[in-house]
């Protein structure tokens, strides 16, 4: 194989969805596996959608998933000498022609198919009238009116098209400024793009585009086409289905460990394994294993991966991934005993946001109290004696959590009393909730000076529960 150039091509209109995240997923990992090159290329030529914050969106999702490119991102915007010079050639070769036809008479001959329940298409009234240049115009593409057009597409195999089936596509409007299919022409030849790997929504415009690689004289790149991502429901995936851009992931508290594996699963295998490190596919990723039928993003399996993976990513990782979170909160993200609290906490959220309310008690310099958690646990009776085991905790050294339970049973059998009976209004006074880490790894990681004084004003705050 010849070194490949593959290219993710978005246009910057909106957000970066799931469908494109995948399509720049496979396209990087095509590249890597095979030592070849990563191209971004920004499809911007929509003047009046296309904006400078969608294009950080996209620069900002790729990074995120890591997703490095190789050249660009170039911008067609800044590549309309190119565009013209192609139109011009075709013009002068006899594979383009000017069409003066008007709008009205255009909608005309639309209107005219529907009511005769037949597919409309340019009936080429210009294309051997020569029209003037000087005369308001269109430039259209000279299709071939016979035979057939066939693309080998590396997923489905030869797809075949009658060429009565394609139109003389417009490749320049009145104005001068190209259309889609010529500006992707052009700039895959000048690129040099050997595989061009997208959804199957592009199969559509295939074989007009391998049409005019052959009218402008150039090889026609390798086509595979992946399939759509759908729904849970079996329709195409959409809001209501759950969050549908990578940015939307990234927000909720999604880790990007997860995103690679559930966007490379929509539509590529290998064997039963699940989750996959972006190195690792690097290494492995094919085509071969590529899926042709439609792939289905549940966002509930999602957010099931990402609750995995942060029982699992390295503690450090874990620290990073969490960290923009804490400091939007306010908190620190680098306290010295949040490595130690997010290994004690991993084990029960499923995202980084529910991560950080976990975390918040740590940080809270007073408990904010679960109503129904404190009416249940923290009577008065229940939390009397919890001042003498706060004496009792007070010279603890070292303050860690196996210190601190040797020290919690000698208190209990001192004064003849059962964790049973205690443990949960230890744990509501400290952390304000009936659910926290095991109460001793609690203890450390809130700190000496926290735990003595929750411990302490736990009588306080029952009585104040109960005004």
């Known amino acids: 194989m010849t070194t490949p150039r593959v290219r993710f091509a978005p246009s910057p209109t909106g957000v970066l969805h799931v469908g494109g995240a995948r399509t720049a997923l496979f396209n990087y990992l095509f590249a ?9 290329r920004v499809e911007d030529t929509d003047r009046k959608r296309s904006t400078p914050e969608a294009v950080q969106i996209i620069l900002d999702g790729m990074r995120w998933l890591g997703l490095d490119f190789d050249e660009g991102p170039h ?9 013209r010079a192609a139109v011009d050639r075709l013009l002068a070769d006899g594979g383009a022609y000017r069409c003066a036809c008007t709008v009205d008479e255009l909608n005309a001959k639309r209107e005219q198919a529907q009511k005769e ?121 959409s809001k209501r289905h759950g969050a549908v851009s990578v940015l939307e992931y990234r927000d909720l508290g999604f880790l990007r460990e997860t995103m690679i594996s559930c966007l490379v699963r929509l539509g590529w295998s290998h064997g039963d394994q699940e989750e996959f490190g972006l190195k690792e596919l690097e290494g492995i990723f094919d085509l071969d294993h590529a899926g042709k039928t439609a792939a289905v993003l549940d966002m509930e399996k999602v957010t099931h991966f990402n609750g995995r993976f942060i029982r699992t990513v390295p503690i450090d990782r874990l620290r990073e991934a969490v960290a923009p979170f804490l400091v939007a909160e306010g908190f620190d993200a680098d ?53 003498s085991l706060a004496d009792a905790l007070a010279g603890v050294e070292p303050f860690d959590a196996a210190s601190l339970e ?22 509501v006074s400290l952390t304000g909730r009936a ?33």
């Open 117 to 237: 329940k037949r597919t409309y298409r340019y009936d080429r009234t210009c294309r051997d009238k020569d029209v003037p240049a000087d005369v308001p115009h269109t430039v259209r593409a000279a299709f071939p009116t016979t035979g057939e057009t066939v693309i080998h597409d590396l997923l489905r195999g030869e797809v075949t098209v009658d060429n009565t089936e394609l139109d003389d596509l417009i490749v320049a409007r009145t104005d001068g400024t190209p259309t889609y299919n010529l500006t992707v022409v052009v700039d895959d030849a000048d690129m040099e793009i050997t595989h061009v790997l997208r959804g199957d929504d592009h199969l559509s415009n295939t074989p007009k585009q391998a049409v005019l690689y052959g009218l402008l004289g150039h090889e026609v790149p390798k086509f595979a086409h992946f399939p759509m991502i759908l729904g849970p429901d079996g329709s195409k995936l």
């Open 335 to 387: 306290a010295p005993w949040l490595p130690g609290a997010l290994e004690a906490l991993r084990e029960r959220p499923k995202t980084l946001v529910e991560m950080v309310e976990w975390l918040r008690p740590f940080y809270a310099a007073e408990p904010d109290f679960d109503p129904k958690a404190r009416k249940k646990n923290m009577k008065p009776d229940r939390v009397a004696p919890l001042p």
């Open 406 to 427: 040797r020290a919690t049973e000698a208190w209990l059998a001192e004064h003849e009393l059962e964790l049973k009976k205690v443990g949960q209004p230890i744990r």
């Open 75 to 83: 911008f067609q915007t800044e590549r309309f000498d190119l565009y």
């Open 435 to 467: 659910v926290s880490p095991p109460l001793y790894d609690t203890m450390e990681i809130l700190g000496r000076e926290k735990v003595l004084s929750r411990l302490r004003n736990a009588p306080a705050v029952a009585a104040e529960g109960r005004e």
């Open 32 to 40: 890597k596996r095979h030592g070849g090159v990563f191209v971004l």
